[in-house]
């Protein structure tokens, strides 16, 4: 029988992101509590995921997500003594997990890509080196805050809906200031999601050979990326958005590399 934890919390800034990080929290513990900031409308999407309890926050005027840690932490704090935080591995996913680590004095660990919980405590597996090697790690503190992925595809049929219950705001000590906001273009493909990602580097110096990519990515039915040094130059149309968090798949052995498929189309992944 699998060993759980007895309470795991969830937190995405978005409704579309909880299904599979719902889906990740019910493998290690026996309840999933949701932390959610926003209006009654968007609260309404997050009830039916598959968790217990969703604490709904009202977002604050000129209060950005980073300020509801605390609010956060008092509820964690509350609700049991130990228990296991889930965030996406998103920027601010990561920004928040590292004020969570901090106000509760626990273990914060981003891109899981692997995590097993057992009678002697929890373990977290990631990549680094870029992906060319793994490391576990044994998170021996009561509370633990972990950034990951969410590939697993919730699964809603049959699921009861979650209670909802009112979150209060406690301000912090040393808030942020929200100076602006200023649209970026975006990309509506999750590459936590896909199970392979064909990759456009420094070698791709014409727009033609980031459609040679695309076509591949649909020949093989996975996504397009690109390396940091694409997204951050601009030298090509449209890679901006594409940098999504590679070493995740690089651990995974799924991403594929074009220098490589020319070569012979049987070695295109590369290990």
């Not at 026996?30 to 609260?43: A, C, I, P, S, T």
């Not at 999504?244 to 490589?260: K, N």
Request: hydrophobic share 40%; charged share 20%; net charge positive.
């Amino acid at each position: 029988m699998a060993t759980l934890l007895p309470l795991v919390f969830v937190y995405a800034d978005s409704a579309d992101r909880l299904a599979g990080l719902i889906a990740n929290a019910r493998q290690w513990g026996e309840k999933v509590n949701v932390l959610f900031v926003g209006d009654e409308q968007q609260v309404k999407a997050c009830v039916n995921l598959g968790a217990n309890i969703v604490y709904r926050f009202t977002p604050q005027e000129g209060v950005i997500s980073e300020d509801y840690v605390p609010s956060f932490v008092s509820i964690i704090r509350e609700s049991w003594p130990q228990a296991l935080v889930l965030l996406a591995a998103s920027k601010r996913g990561k920004a928040i997990a590292a004020r969570l680590g901090a106000q509760l004095n626990t273990a914060v660990v981003n891109d899981v890509i692997h995590l097993r919980v057992e009678e002697d405590g929890v373990f977290a597996s990631y990549p680094f080196y870029g992906g060319l090697a793994h490391e576990t790690q044994q998170l021996l503190s009561p509370y633990a805050v972990v950034t990951c992925g969410s590939s697993a595809e919730g699964n809603v049929n049959g699921t009861a809906s979650a209670s909802v219950k009112p979150g209060a705001f406690i301000p912090p000590a040393h808030p942020l200031k929200l100076i602006s906001r200023r649209s970026k273009p975006g990309s509506t493909v999750d590459l936590a999601k896909a199970k392979r990602v064909v990759g456009v580097g420094r070698g791709f110096g014409k727009q033609q050979d980031v459609e040679l990519a695309t076509a591949l990515a649909r020949a093989i039915q996975g996504e397009v990326g690109c390396s940091h040094p694409i997204a951050e130059g601009g030298r090509l149309d449209g890679t901006s958005a594409l940098y999504r968090r590679f070493r995740y798949h690089a651990a995974r052995r799924s991403l594929y590399c074009l220098r490589c498929v020319w070569a012979d189309p049987a070695y295109g992944r590369c290990e």
